[in-house]
């Protein structure tokens, strides 16, 4: 007796069998426009080609692009003003590292402040430059300002002369009462 293997189910034939792929050509989606295909490198009818820029525009541009860098910080101050006060002043893991996150930042931007600025600048705008690094670390001595208002709100600044006690001496009396019993 010999057996005849029966053939698959046909979900089984479905599932082996990768579906035929579609051709880009006959898709009825347009590119958008200014989308260069791949295979032709060919741009799209209504797409416009670009201009050399001047060095003069070049110039404004980057400027432009630093004076941005540099007040960008400042959209942080609010921020971090509204989450210090809602943090409370009591010493607890939320607000400590609310303060440290407050000090890390700042001085890591002032540490990086040259290297922040240093793809703006040219020989011709070097001088503007300087006003855009200096707003820079104005706006984070600023969040600096900040997280020491902080630090004192929480009573961690020594400001008091309670706080100096380990370094005052004793005051000798110039004399001394005694009760007397009569």
């Not at 007796?1 to 029966?6: D, E, G, K, R, Y």
């Amino acid at each position: 007796m010999s057996s005849i293997a029966s053939p698959p189910p046909s979900w089984v034939v479905d599932l082996n069998t990768p579906l035929p792929k579609k051709s880009p050509k006959t898709s009825n989606i347009r590119n958008p426009p200014g989308f260069a295909t791949k295979s032709t490198g060919k741009q799209q009818r209504n797409a416009q080609p670009t201009r050399e820029r001047k060095p003069a525009e070049t110039d404004t541009l980057k400027l432009k692009k630093a004076w941005e860098v540099a007040l960008a910080p400042s959209k942080q101050i609010p921020m971090n003003a509204v989450m210090m006060y809602m943090s409370g002043n009591s010493l607890q893991i939320f607000s400590i590292m609310m303060v440290f996150m407050l000090f890390k930042g700042p001085i890591q931007g002032l540490l990086a402040t040259n290297s922040q600025f240093l793809k703006f600048e040219t020989e011709s705008n070097r001088t503007q430059i300087w006003g855009c690094k200096g707003v820079y670390v104005l706006v984070q001595l600023a969040l600096l300002g900040l997280g020491i208002w902080k630090v004192n709100q929480m009573g961690l600044l020594p400001t008091t002369r309670s706080d100096w006690l380990a370094w005052e001496s004793e005051r000798q009396p110039l004399e001394r009462a005694y009760f007397a019993f009569s």
